[in-house]
């Protein structure tokens, strides 16, 4: 059974920054393109940010230049540093590992509200 554990969600003023983190095992790590996606009330599950095993990034038009993905091999983690928060961003933001259509796999999700 594939985990996907993540951690850092909060509440945060507007203009404040949070880092999400999202560890797994060695095996999906290793081979598995990982991602963040945000789903706030009433919307749809949009993507985030997403990394391939080969460090290749691709990142939402909403979000670019705000926030940055980034792994860290030897921890198994890929974390998600979301800088200049804004209102919009509040939303459950979900760790996703997809290989193939079939192999594709969510955490629990986070809690991320910017409110002053």
């Known amino acids: 059974q594939v985990q996907l554990v993540e951690s850092g969600g909060d509440l945060v003023q507007p203009g404040g920054s949070l880092r999400l983190s999202c560890a797994t095992s060695r095996v999906i790590f290793s081979i598995y393109t990982m991602g963040w996606y945000r789903q706030a009330p009433g919307k749809q599950r949009e993507l985030v940010a997403a990394i391939t095993s080969g460090g290749r990034t ?59």
């Open 58 to 116: 691709n990142y939402g038009d909403s979000v670019r230049g705000r926030f940055t993905i980034s792994r860290d091999n030897a921890k198994n983690t890929v974390y998600l540093q979301m800088n200049s928060l804004q209102p919009e961003d509040t939303a459950v933001y979900y760790c996703n590992a997809q290989r193939s259509s079939i192999a594709n796999y969510w955490g629990q999700g986070t809690q991320v509200t910017v409110s002053s």
